[in-house]
């Protein structure tokens, strides 16, 4: 149980003290006090002392009732169906070290992650999921709505997740696929965010398989066109060294713009670019809201129902009765008139 106001229960505290007063004294001596003993007894002879104190108890019980009224009191439950609308959104992150790279600032995984954020953000009742992927992949977030969630778990990916390193794109698609393919309504979106480095499989087959079951597939290219060396970076996220081939030179890495369009062609997609010039993630968003709609779910949750009407009625009935009672004994005529 729970109440919307719950300060005016404060005004509880006169009442109770009020109440506890009418019990323990009689009030019956102080009316007209001063007043001469023959009209005290007249007076007192035709009051009912008893109506009287029931009477002044039925008005504390109605204010007391008004008061937990206006609180707002609400408990037990109601069932309400919701409807939301739009689409099922899964984002394959890839967290290969050549995400790592700086030529997009401050590098390409925390620019990414900064514009997926601000995509998130701006979801209006679509369902989020999301699978990380390097050399394998994995389900990393179920489809939610809980978007506070989604940029929690966000936030704690890393190019240290996944010890098997590549970028297995095509791993990522056919866990997205079978994320989403069980609902036979369409309107579902795989978004994949990568720098296509060193991409292995055959995403492009995937992604034309994934059309003919209903899923739209787009690509994000995370990097430059000139590439950038990969840092190696320790346990507390300090650069040590950059990245070498087994023939000790340095490994400079290039974003695979090519590879992408092709992926995001087959599944009816678009390729997207974040570099470091403005807020990427407009784009995207905008391709999102244009899509047709479904309704994902209808979900029936309950909540606290408000119960302030029985008790003000209460309230009602008790002020009534107190109004309305009598107090006064009828006086009898003399028998001999």
Same mark, same amino acid.
């Given at each position: 149980?729970?109440? @919307? @106001?719950?300060?005016?229960?404060?005004?509880?505290?006169?009442?109770?003290?009020? $109440?506890?007063?009418?019990?323990?004294?009689? &009030?019956?001596?102080?009316?007209?006090?001063?007043?001469?003993?023959?009209?005290?007894?007249?007076?007192? !002879? +035709?009051?009912?002392? !008893?109506?009287?104190?029931?009477?002044?108890?039925?008005?504390?019980?109605?204010?007391?009732?008004?008061?937990?009224?206006?609180?707002?009191?609400? $408990?037990?439950?109601?069932? +309400?169906?919701?409807?939301?609308?739009?689409?099922?959104?899964?984002?394959?992150?890839?967290?290969? %070290? !050549? =995400?790592?790279?700086?030529?997009?600032?401050?590098? +390409?995984?925390?620019?990414?992650? $900064?514009?997926?954020?601000?995509?998130?953000?701006?979801?209006?009742?679509? +369902?989020?999921? =999301? /699978?990380?992927?390097?050399?394998?992949?994995?389900?990393?977030?179920?489809?939610?709505?809980?978007?506070?969630?989604?940029?929690?778990?966000?936030?704690?990916?890393?190019?240290?997740?996944?010890?098997?390193?590549? %970028?297995?794109?095509?791993?990522?698609?056919?866990?997205?696929?079978?994320?989403? !393919? &069980?609902?036979?309504?369409? $309107?579902?979106? #795989?978004?994949?965010?990568?720098?296509?480095?060193?991409?292995?499989?055959?995403?492009?087959?995937?992604?034309?398989?994934?059309?003919?079951?209903?899923?739209?597939?787009?690509?994000?290219?995370?990097?430059?066109?000139?590439?950038?060396?990969?840092?190696?970076?320790?346990?507390?996220? #300090?650069?040590?060294?950059?990245?070498?081939?087994?023939?000790?030179?340095?490994?400079?890495?290039?974003?695979?713009? @090519?590879?992408?369009?092709?992926?995001?062609?087959?599944?009816?997609? &678009?390729?997207?670019?974040?570099?470091?010039?403005?807020?990427?993630?407009?784009?995207?968003?905008?391709?999102?809201?244009?899509?047709?709609?479904?309704? /994902?779910?209808?979900?029936?949750?309950?909540?606290?129902?408000?119960?302030?009407?029985?008790?003000?009625?209460?309230?009602?009935?008790?002020?009534?009765?107190?109004? #309305?009672?009598?107090?006064?004994?009828?006086?009898?005529?003399?028998?001999?008139?």
């Amino acid at each position: 149980m729970s109440f @919307n @106001n719950i300060w005016f229960l404060l005004f509880l505290l006169p009442l109770i003290f009020f $109440f506890i007063k009418e019990l323990y004294v009689d &009030k019956k001596e102080n009316i007209f006090k001063n007043a001469a003993d023959n009209i005290k007894k007249q007076n007192y !002879s +035709r009051v009912n002392h !008893s109506k009287n104190r029931l009477k002044y108890i039925l008005f504390i019980a109605g204010s007391f009732c008004l008061i937990l009224s206006i609180s707002g009191p609400q $408990f037990g439950t109601k069932v +309400r169906k919701v409807e939301r609308q739009g689409v099922d959104l899964v984002i394959a992150f890839d967290t290969s %070290t !050549s =995400m790592d790279a700086q030529d997009v600032k401050p590098s +390409r995984i925390d620019k990414a992650k $900064f514009e997926i954020s601000k995509l998130i953000q701006g979801l209006k009742g679509d +369902r989020v999921s =999301m /699978i990380v992927f390097a050399g394998t992949s994995h389900l990393y977030l179920p489809l939610t709505t809980d978007y506070e969630a989604a940029l929690l778990f966000l936030e704690a990916i890393d190019t240290k997740m996944i010890p098997n390193q590549g %970028t297995s794109i095509s791993s990522a698609m056919k866990k997205a696929i079978e994320l989403v !393919s &069980k609902d036979e309504d369409k $309107f579902k979106v #795989v978004l994949i965010v990568t720098d296509g480095e060193d991409h292995e499989g055959d995403a492009v087959e995937l992604s034309e398989q994934a059309l003919e079951l209903g899923i739209e597939v787009h690509t994000i290219g995370v990097g430059s066109n000139v590439g950038s060396l990969i840092p190696i970076m320790s346990k507390d996220k #300090v650069q040590i060294e950059y990245k070498r081939d087994k023939s000790g030179k340095l490994i400079t890495s290039v974003l695979n713009k @090519n590879i992408l369009k092709e992926i995001a062609n087959a599944g009816n997609g &678009k390729f997207f670019h974040f570099s470091n010039n403005g807020q990427n993630y407009t784009d995207v968003n905008k391709a999102i809201d244009s899509m047709q709609k479904k309704e /994902i779910n209808s979900h029936e949750y309950s909540e606290f129902e408000e119960r302030f009407q029985p008790l003000a009625f209460i309230s009602l009935i008790f002020f009534t009765t107190s109004f #309305v009672m009598p107090t006064r004994i009828k006086y009898l005529v003399d028998d001999e008139k």
